[in-house]
């Protein structure tokens, strides 16, 4: 699946590189729609490692 906003002026990791600003306001967009929970979940199962980011006052209530 690619995003409504994955247009030919963004095809390449080059074009893509030059918009980094454009990609980056997409990409948040994108991640608002669902909970951290959700997207490690979603990330797990497509073996893409990832780790949510905690400040440090969330570090004392980490079960881990």
């Known amino acids: 699946l690619q995003p409504a906003w994955a247009t030919d002026d963004m095809?390449?990791?080059t074009q893509r590189a030059g918009q980094i600003e454009r990609?980056?306001?997409h990409l948040a967009e994108?991640?608002?729609k669902r909970t951290t929970a959700e997207w490690?979940?979603?990330l797990?199962?497509?073996e893409i490692p990832a780790a949510?980011?905690?400040s440090t006052?969330?570090?004392f209530?980490?079960?881990i």
């Open 44 to 46: 797990k199962r497509l």
């Open 30 to 32: 994108e991640f608002a």
């Open 40 to 42: 490690l979940s979603l």
């Open 52 to 54: 949510a980011i905690r």
């Open 11 to 13: 095809a390449t990791v």
């Open 61 to 63: 209530d980490d079960p």
């Open 23 to 25: 990609v980056y306001a």
């Open 57 to 59: 006052d969330d570090l």
